[in-house]
């Protein structure tokens, strides 16, 4: 199953019940005037763009917005992210006239985007509009030229048919859109430079880094002053990418970030789960020039405010010790002193992305196994194996408090609990009952 | 009535080594590909990670991860006049269950065949004179192919699998540490040898006493991490022991899945059919060409898949009674040695010595699935055999394997009791002070020696067993009583105070007893086509569109295991598919 | 370049039937890398359970087994017997799971007259549980025919002159038992039982691996490779460690 669009979680649906009540008049929330440049008259479906360029740069705005992810390789739809209040459709995308965007005109299509409205009223922010925003109108008409070139795809969705009232209320977005939703086209910071503003740029606008690697209040806003800090998407966690030497990419060198997201690796780690897959659908298409854009940008953020922890002190002896647990588990993979195998799997000596205070990745990939990024330049896509079948919940967090704690590491200890409740969350098999448990038991 | 799939450009039978290899060149030069596997898919993470493998009961002794004789057995007898039996249990039919065929569980010593092994015909007639070619018993022939034509194609399958182990001889050059007498390489391994373990430390230090040249065999487990030309990433070997009739955990051992499925599955033109056993070859009304293949898919429907190319690349057996049941050339007969389907069966001819030592420490559990030291003084022809009454030899190998310690237990030296007190007091000590010399022995294909569907048995959908009639041949019984003699010599000078000599061929062939598992020859590549089933190119002389690759093809079976020559062929096969036969279907060599 | 490969191949044939022929749905078609990251069912190992015997259940005959087994294998300084070690259990097991029903075995008759000779190993038809019940039948029989107390009751030395009989061919236990062969097959059993995984019900507390230094379901030994001839002193670790 795909990881990646359950991070919709995140934007708090029900959110918008709470708000919707208190609705007010937010002018700036709802101005889609700066929109006015779109031509309103020619609908997709009755144009083809002969713009071989702006089709080529349009295709490349699609790659860097992911549309893939939600829309499908053929943008007819039809991806359900799922949320706690059901699940949300992704709508077809393909110029069909009746069930695809074929009847919008290039207006509808920036006013969807850039604005949340979509020809059925507003849209959830499962559809980060609230980062597309950004998308300055030159790349729109891009888009706009590319997606007439899509084959239609007859392929009618109901995309809120799953949620019930009153979270079907589509109108009730406003609310949240009042509260969380910054209106705002892309501007250029002058005193900095050309490269840094195109990082910027992608990062806040059609990367929308800020929807996973953000975290968010009980509404489903972005937490203030946790900008990119990390943010956790339930069964999987986005780490800090702030500028942070010990949690963040502080001490990862730009081409190390350029090479983790033009290929899925670097010589520490291995994406998995929702990176993985943005990189495979978006970032390893992304010039090298943009990727070096968006490494120094995230170099330049602000570091965020997680701190560093003391490794615990370990018990490194005995049968039941952690060390013995990756001896026998870990090593031939992780290598013996968590320096990993290059091109294939992660270390974990100098590895960040282990440390962040909420261990949820490490226990998910134990508990489910996991796949690295399969990309052009790295195809393997090596597997993690899964252990719930073999690993009770206190062997697992032993095992992960050492691989966290050893080689210089240090980590907050990982919860039992934590490993119980994402057991359950995620379905996860118990551990197997030997015959030996029962002998001792008898 | 069947069913019938979309056409596809190409159909491969059974996804192992040859089907994955040739996949992978057919589907980059552009071509549609579907195979048909008769397993399930299996991968490392999801099947046979580190955390399920090192499990002797269910891997070693119940052979999970092998083909049950249930599915896949064959009949075997020693001499026409007898009525064959059939293998009920595991025998030396090694085959694979799930997607990735034997190349999943192979213990990986990936060697290429001597120059030798390639013209025994002729070069023995050349050095020996006619009569020690034709002694009445065996039935030698050329491979119509030669080391130095396959030499970029072992190359080839070297980078994609990352070998570990050291050249002997680059461009004619002989180098320190490596085979002297291998046929000459291009360029170095792809990855260094593993590392020498003990019974290799003191097999190394006998040998180059005696005057020998030991050397570390060449393997598929890999001493360091690998980057293949697909760009496939591959592990390091970490020393488990547990790798033949077990998966890799750790992506170190060389396999379809390790090597290529990364790259091929992800390909738009590719697919494969899983759990589907093909049956048939059908023919084309033209008689010159065939049509596709019809297989059993795992409801137990008949399912037809045309193709404009079909490749076999099963199991040599399964490739044999295809080409039987299909009818494509004619059987083997071999009272008067016509026909081509079915003939020059051969095997492994084993002999050597097992050996035990006082008070050594050899970890026997530390070890690799091809980890070990070999000479080659007395292998093919690296030895004057003019005085001799064989032609052919053995690799004479020690093994640093692995320590399983339910196989182990019957590894005590003479006299020991098997059971009972002495029997553990003997057991805790030889556990750490054992080895074994194993003398991997050619094989030479007899007049007699051939598979042909037997009237008697049938495989669960109805389709005739494969019979094997076959019985060492006496030039390869000598063989293999002269180079146990000199494994004993070995086993002395290394200091063992236990010797037990072993020699399989001093008894009748058997299927039950497992001497090997490589099993070779019934569809014979050759330059006649009187006496070959399948061209250089292992094309079919008689369907121009069907080729039928793997070890089915050696017309003889050299003293080293046959992987690397398998993988070699097959990648030669599929170039001239896509480079020459596509552009101009046809035969590629003129009858 | 690949075009004109294409090309030339359709002069095979009809390639364009590729597009008009209905897809067959049928088929178990694999396109694209399986995407599964969690252990396949069908892998996960199938650890023995104690919850009481399901095919030895007759007293008489486990009687005897146990007693034969603890012969094979009896308690002293290096260890302790078969049975304590579970080998008992783990036999069961094996009985009550595929291997005990033969599952891999080809059995289509006939079992020809010659078959043994022709392979130089016995060959069977029937499965190892029908062996067991039909071997451990015929030994009691033997026994209660040719002693004066059942097999488990008998001196130690006479239950090794029997199981030596039986070993070398000097007894037959008639009653259609291959006798050298439900000799091996239980010399094998008791072996398996007492060096497997102890997950499997046998090598309770690994006491088979430590008998002979094997570190058991280990993946790694890179950190020792190099230490030639040295005694390592592992701890034995079972695939499934207990709780």
């Known amino acids: ?442 | 009535m069947a069913s019938k799939r979309p056409k596809a450009d190409v159909v491969i039978v059974g996804l192992g080594w040859s089907g994955a290899l040739m996949a992978e060149e057919l589907t980059r030069a552009g071509l549609n590909v579907v195979a048909i596997d008769r397993g399930a898919w299996q991968d490392t993470s999801t099947h046979t990670p580190p955390a399920v493998n090192p499990d002797e009961l269910r891997w070693s002794s119940r052979k999970e991860l092998l083909s049950p004789p249930k599915d896949n057995t064959m009949t075997f007898r020693n001499r026409l006049d007898q009525v064959a039996v059939p293998q009920r249990d595991y025998g030396i039919l090694e085959l694979g269950k799930g997607v990735g065929g034997a190349g999943f569980h192979w213990a990986g010593m990936a060697w290429r065949f001597n120059p030798w092994d390639f013209e025994v015909r002729t070069r023995t007639i050349e050095r020996y004179g006619i009569e020690r070619a034709e002694d009445g018993e065996l039935q030698l022939q050329d491979w119509g192919v030669t080391y130095d034509e396959l030499e970029p194609f072992y190359d080839r399958f070297e980078r994609i699998a990352g070998i570990s182990g050291t050249a002997g001889n680059i461009n004619g050059e002989i180098k320190p540490g490596g085979n002297p007498y291998e046929g000459p390489r291009t360029r170095e391994y792809p990855t260094p040898e593993l590392k020498t373990l003990r019974m290799m430390e003191i097999f190394n230090d006998a040998t180059r006493k005696m005057g020998h040249t030991p050397f570390t065999i060449p393997a598929a487990n890999l001493s360091e991490p690998w980057v293949n030309p697909l760009g496939v990433a591959m592990g390091a070997c970490s020393y488990c022991g547990f790798c033949l009739a077990y998966g890799c955990g750790n992506y170190s051992k060389s396999s379809p899945q390790a090597c290529i499925f990364p790259a091929l599955m992800r390909r738009p033109n590719f697919s494969v059919i899983t759990e589907g056993c093909v049956i048939r070859v059908n023919k084309a009304e033209d008689g010159q060409t065939v049509t596709g293949v019809t297989y059993i898919d795992k409801g137990g429907r008949e399912v037809e898949q045309p193709a404009d190319i079909v490749c076999l690349t099963a199991f040599m057996v399964d490739n044999t009674r295809i080409m039987l049941n299909s009818e494509i050339s004619e059987p083997y007969n071999p009272n008067t040695q016509e026909g081509v389907v079915g003939r020059n069966f051969s095997f492994q001819t084993i002999s050597g010595a097992h050996m035990w030592f006082e008070d050594e420490q050899i970890n026997p559990f530390v070890g690799a699935g091809a980890l070990g030291s070999q000479i080659d003084d007395y292998n093919g022809d690296n030895f004057d055999h003019s005085d001799l009454d064989f032609i052919g030899g053995a690799g004479i190998l020690t093994l640093s394997r692995d320590g399983l310690p339910i196989a182990r237990a019957e590894s005590l030296p003479e006299g020991t009791p098997r059971w009972g007190s002495d029997f553990k007091k003997a057991y805790a000590k030889y556990y750490q002070n054992y080895g074994i010399l194993f003398n991997q022995g050619s094989s030479m294909p007899t007049r007699t020696g051939y598979l042909d569907l037997d009237p008697n048995y049938k495989d669960k959908f109805g389709v005739p067993l494969l019979r094997l009639t076959y019985d060492y041949a006496q030039n390869d019984r000598n063989m293999a009583a002269y180079t146990m003699d000199r494994a004993v010599e070995i086993a002395e000078q290394m200091g063992a105070s236990h010797i037990t000599p072993f020699n399989f061929a001093a008894e009748p062939f058997t299927t039950a007893k497992i001497a090997s598992d490589h099993v070779i020859g019934g569809v014979p590549m050759g330059a006649d086509p009187a006496t070959s089933a399948v061209n250089p190119w292992l094309q079919s002389w008689d369907a121009h569109n069907l080729f039928v690759v793997g070890a089915s093809a050696f017309p003889n079976n050299a003293g080293y295991n046959p992987t690397g020559t398998v993988g070699a062929l097959a990648i030669r096969t599929a170039r001239a598919i896509h480079e020459r036969y596509v552009q101009n279907p046809g035969p590629l060599v003129e009858s | 370049m690949k075009m004109n490969r294409r090309e030339a191949l359709r002069s095979l044939g009809a390639l364009t039937a590729s597009v008009t022929v209905a897809p067959y749905l049928g088929a178990n078609e694999v396109k694209g890398f399986p995407q599964g990251t969690v252990l396949d069912e069908e892998f996960v190992p199938t650890p023995s359970h104690t919850g009481g015997l399901q095919v030895l259940n007759n007293d008489a005959h486990r009687r005897t087994l146990a007693a034969v087994f603890d012969r094979f294998i009896p308690a002293d300084e290096l260890g302790p017997s078969a049975t304590q070690a579970g080998c008992i259990e783990f036999l069961d097991a094996q009985l009550a799971g595929p291997w005990g029903e033969g599952a891999t075995m080809y059995r289509d008759t006939p079992l020809q007259p010659h078959a043994e000779e022709l392979t130089q190993l016995p060959q069977f038809i029937a499965t190892p549980r029908e062996r067991y019940e039909t071997g451990l039948e015929a030994l009691n029989k033997w026994v209660s025919d040719n002693e004066d107390a059942e097999f488990a009751d008998l001196a130690p030395e006479r239950q090794d002159e029997i199981l030596t009989g039986m070993e070398q061919g000097d007894i037959d236990l008639g009653q259609g038992v291959h006798t050298k062969a439900f000799f091996e097959m239980m010399l094998l059993s008791v072996r398996e039982g007492y060096f497997s995984d102890p997950i499997y019900g046998g090598n309770r507390d690994m006491a088979g691996w430590k008998m002979i230094g094997f570190p058991g379901a280990r993946y790694d030994y890179r950190l020792y490779a190099d230490r030639t001839g040295e005694k390592l002193d592992l701890i034995p670790v079972s695939l499934i460690p207990q709780d």
């Open chain 1, 1 to 442: 199953m795909s990881n990646r669009k359950r991070t919709a979680i995140a934007l708090g649906v029900g959110a918008a019940v709470v708000v919707a009540g208190a609705f007010v008049w937010a002018w700036p929330t709802f101005d889609i005037s700066r929109s006015d440049v779109a031509d309103d008259e020619t609908r997709l479906a009755d144009f083809t763009s002969q713009d071989e360029d702006a089709i080529a740069r349009g295709e490349y705005v699609m790659r860097l917005g992911d549309c893939m992810a939600c829309h499908e390789e053929n943008f007819g739809g039809g991806y359900t992210v799922s949320t706690p209040f059901g699940g949300i459709v992704a709508s077809n995308i393909s110029p069909d006239i009746d069930s695809g965007i074929g009847n919008m005109t290039e207006r509808d299509f920036f006013n969807a985007l850039r604005h949340g409205r979509g020809s059925k009223g507003l849209l959830y922010p499962a559809m980060p509009y609230t980062e597309y925003t950004k998308l300055t109108d030159r790349d729109m008409h891009d888009l706009w030229a590319y997606m007439s070139t899509i084959e239609p795809v007859d392929n009618a969705i109901d995309e809120i048919a799953d949620l019930g009232f009153p979270y079907n209320i589509r109108l009730a977005m406003a609310g949240w859109n009042v509260l969380f939703f910054d209106n705002e086209g892309f501007d250029e910071h002058p005193d900095q430079d050309e490269q840094w503003n195109r990082g910027r740029y992608i990062v806040n606008g059609p990367g929308h880094c800020a929807t996973c690697h953000t975290s968010r209040n009980f509404l489903g806003g972005p937490k203030d002053g946790e900008y990119l800090s990390g943010g956790g998407l339930d069964i999987w966690f986005a780490p800090d990418i702030t500028s942070n030497p010990h949690t963040g990419i502080g001490s990862t060198s730009t081409q190390e970030l350029v090479e983790y997201l033009k290929t899925g690796a670097n010589s520490t780690s291995f994406a998995t789960g929702p990176m993985a897959e943005a990189i495979e659908h978006s970032t390893q298409y992304f010039t090298d020039d943009d990727l070096e854009a968006v490494a120094s940008y995230l170099k330049a953020t602000a570091p965020s405010s997680n701190v560093r922890h003391e490794p615990m002190t370990l018990n490194n002896e005995g049968p039941k010790s952690g060390a013995l647990a990756y001896e026998v588990n870990c090593s031939a993979c992780h290598g013996v002193a968590g320096e990993g195998m290059a091109n294939i799997v992660p270390a974990f000596e100098g590895n960040n992305a282990l440390l962040a205070d909420d261990p949820t990745n490490l226990i998910h990939v134990m508990l489910m196994g996991g796949r690295a990024a399969h990309t052009q330049a790295r195809p393997t896509g090596a597997g993690m194996p899964s252990f719930a079948w073999k690993m009770n919940d206190e062997e697992i967090a032993t095992v992960l408090d050492h691989v966290r704690n050893s080689w210089g590491n240090g980590a907050a200890p990982v919860s039992v609990e934590r490993v119980a409740e994402l057991r359950s969350q995620l379905a996860a098999r118990d551990k197997l009952a030997t015959p030996q448990d029962e002998a001792h038991t008898d």
